[in-house]
């Protein structure tokens, strides 16, 4: 059985980018580690993840055309000897895609909280008019195109 495209309709052209984007996210759904996101003011978004353990250089940002990825890896301490691990220390990958446009600010690391700062700029509505040749216009042109070429090959 072949499977529907989300994004088949007619009507949506050139979306198929995005069809694969939201599968790739939905793979990423692990809910570890959790996380918000928030709005500050106008044209800020925070990303705060509750990485608790974690160091800053067991941490990594990074940004790859419109993903943004956080892993996270810690080193296993052979020293210590635990009667119960009730906090966890697996290596995690989160992903956001991110709009067109929205640029990374800074992250900072706080009490187990890793925040990751985002500006999201006012874009200016763009309007193009698009010029309507007429089919016998065209055609016309297209003759004396012909015409011209014959006459430059004698």
Known sequence: MSRVPMFSSPLLLGFDQLERTLERLAKNAEGYPPYNIERIGEHGLRITLAVAGFASDDLAIELVENQLTVRGKQADDS??????????????????????????????????????????????????TIRIDSGLQAEADNTIDITARRAGSR
């Open 79 to 128: 020293t210590r000897m635990y009667l119960h691990r009730g906090i966890a220390a697996r290596q995690f990958q989160r992903a956001f895609m991110l709009a067109d446009g929205i640029e990374v600010t800074g992250a900072r690391l706080d009490n187990g909280l890793l925040s990751i700062e985002l500006v999201r700029p006012h874009v200016e509505p763009r309007m193009r």
